[in-house]
């Protein structure tokens, strides 16, 4: 079975974090890190409420809201977890939504939290990193850290929409977004239909 770290930062589009994960748990292992910004903000933009529990809770509250015992959940500041070192193989790590400080912090190497660490260990070895910079308008600070990255082959996928498959509502737009992360990463999924799809 596959097994990929989705890696949840407070920058605004934690729904977008809510649905990679269920589309990844349909055939695959997820080993879940959210910081402690955006469990706030998952709470204040999605009817996951995570705040005051216990990582426990959060991992017995995250298992009842994804109906499945293939998610492994982790703390943002948990840096003896096993996602910080590279033996601990995946096949590959997303940090959806990413704010600008975390974009800041990877790629600059500074790993003072378990996403960020994480991320500098994918790199390091060589594995698959992709990130959905969240952030309107980008000043040049932004554009440049995504650069450096994207030179390193860190894949940046911002949740940006495409309007050819002609949405009905936010919930086809999410499934479009998710669709083009899962295929970032090369997982087959049927979340859009693509463009000249009989
Ligand atoms: C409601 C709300 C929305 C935010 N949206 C963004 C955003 O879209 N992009 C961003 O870079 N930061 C955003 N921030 C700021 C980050 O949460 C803040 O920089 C935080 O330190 C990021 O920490 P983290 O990367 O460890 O999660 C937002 C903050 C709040 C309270």
Not at 19 to 33: Q, Y
Not at 42 to 71: M, P, W
Not at 86 to 92: E, L, M, Y
Not at 129 to 152: C, D, Q, Y
């Amino acid at each position: 079975m596959k097994k990929y770290i989705v890696a949840v930062t407070g920058a605004s589009g934690s729904l977008f974090a809510l649905r990679l994960v269920e589309a990844l748990l349909v055939t695959s292992e997820v080993h879940l890190v959210i910081s402690s910004a955006a469990i706030k903000i998952i709470a204040y933009e999605t009817s996951l409420d995570l705040t005051s529990r216990t990582q426990e809770g959060c991992v017995s509250k995250l298992r009842q809201h994804f109906n499945t015992g293939r998610l492994f959940y982790y703390e943002d500041d948990c840096l003896h977890s096993p996602l910080s070192s590279g033996s601990f193989i995946t096949d590959g790590m997303y940090v959806v939504p990413c704010s600008m400080k975390t974009l800041s912090g990877i790629a600059n190497g500074y790993a003072d939290n378990l996403i960020i660490r994480a991320s500098d260990v994918i790199i390091k070895e060589g594995r698959r990193l992709v990130l959905s910079p969240r952030e309107m308008p980008f000043s040049a600070i932004h554009l440049e850290n995504m650069l450096k990255l994207a030179r390193l082959g860190v894949v940046i996928a911002p949740p940006v929409p495409a309007f050819y498959s002609q949405p009905k509502d936010l919930n086809e737009v999410i499934d479009f977004i998710t669709g083009k992360l899962l295929d970032a990463m090369s997982v087959q999924h049927n979340l859009f239909k693509r463009w000249k799809d009989a």
